[in-house]
């Protein structure tokens, strides 16, 4: 099969004929890719940055937002059936550990994570994920229409499900980045609470996009934008700010605009946070950290988007176009989410 490998750091990946994934356990789900997001987490992997963290052997398969249709199925597989179509939790897990009794997929102890790790992702024809990871879809759903939700979006609605309680009517909430996974932030805030949403992003187009989807106010990142936001909020600032940037300064601008008593939800990265321990016990602010989320949070968030609450805004490229995909989202050309189709 055609597939994207990473044979080292700091250079483009190669598109590859390799042996197609085989059945190795009970429980062992093959899935007929069609749809691949490109997510910015592969631009941090090309650039080493999950090198440390995964400690992957190369040359491995990129791409961990997944949706298909199910191929093949090892003999404990009970919850799908070969044809489903599916999308698939980007962290396959155990079940069995503390964590993921607890609901805290993304922290199980046995879990792996195709696409960062040893185990090959989904920018190629077919994937083997686990059973546990796939999410049966309504069977006329387009799996490259919903496969950036796989990561892209259950990292933008677990971070909003999470600060429901802090956004009830009167609230204001900031979005900070209104691309890949912002764009499904503000549908994901629109659709769970009755906060006011201010979107904040340097690209005029995305803020047009992001009025369209949900937002109240919008506010182009040009220097002055920390001042904007806090004459919008009565100078207090916003009860919640979701960075969906945080990097190249933007995760301070972030906590600059949470007001006192609110908080500051990271869920980019890249950049460097950095605080006077006075201004925590002095606006007594929270900074959270956020990493994709829950099962359940997935399955949440189909259901939104199967009612059409929440819609991925799409570019698809062809699986041989993966190269063009990459750089054009590094070079900010990309409205919404890139996506690969075998």
Known sequence: MKAVRVHEYHVDPTIDDIPEPKITGPLDVIVKIGGAGVCRTDLHILEGQ???AMNPQLPYVIGHENAGWVHEVGEGVTNVAVGDTVILH???SCGLCLACRAGRDMQCENGFFPGLSDNDGGMAEYLRTTARACVKLNPDTNPADVAALADAGITAYHAVRKAVPSLYPGTTAVVQGAGGLGHIGIQALAALTATRIIAVDRNPEALALAKQIGADET?????SHIDAVKDLTGGNG???VFDFVAEQGAENDAWQMTAPAGSDYIIGYGGELRIPTLDFVGGEKNVIGNIVGTYNDLAELMVLAQAGKVTLHTRQYPLDAALDALHDLDAGRV?????LVP
């Open 50 to 52: 999950w090198a440390d």
């Open 90 to 92: 980007p962290q396959p």
């Open 219 to 223: 506010v182009l990142a040009d220097g």
């Open 238 to 240: 916003a009860n919640v």
């Open 335 to 339: 409205r919404g989410r890139a996506i």
